[in-house]
Nanobody
Framework: QVQLVESGGGLVQAGGSLRLSCAAS????????MGWFRQAPGKEREFVAA????????YYADSVKGRFTISRDNAKNLGYLQMNSLKPEDTAVYYC???????????????????WGQGTQVTVSL
């Protein structure tokens, strides 16, 4: 079993940067692919980024390509989402998730994930 807790959210000015962390419990974190999703008020939860169990492969939503970087440190049971050049439209609750191994291009749907964190709020101001 895996339990996930996000942190690092907060208020940041447009154009700024923020790094989200996802702390995982247990010894099996490295056996799971990991993803980040976000949900803005009144909108459906959307895919942001995914990373393979080994960290060797990543995949991003078009809306964040070139700005966000997903990474993981399995030795520390941590996942990360580095967010640069933030825009007001990035404002959302961000969730990390872990699931069984799939190719990262297949990890764009919530159904691929077994475990979810509670989310952390990211607000990008003007």
């Amino acid at each position: 079993q895996v339990q996930l807790v996000e942190s690092g959210g907060g208020l940041v000015q447009a154009g700024g940067s923020l790094r989200l962390s996802c702390a995982a419990s247990g010894r099996a974190f490295s056996n799971y692919g990991m993803g980040w999703f976000r949900q803005a008020p009144g909108k459906e939860r959307e895919f942001v980024a995914a990373i393979s169990w080994s960290g060797g492969s990543t995949y991003y939503a078009d809306s964040v390509k070139g700005r966000f970087t997903i990474s993981r440190d399995n030795a520390k049971n941590l996942g990360y989402l580095q967010m640069n050049s933030l825009k007001p439209e990035d404002t959302a609750v961000y969730y990390c998730a872990a699931g069984s191994r799939y190719a990262v291009v297949l990890m764009t749907t919530q159904k691929k994930y077994d475990y979810w964190g509670q989310g952390t709020q990211v607000t990008v101001s003007l």
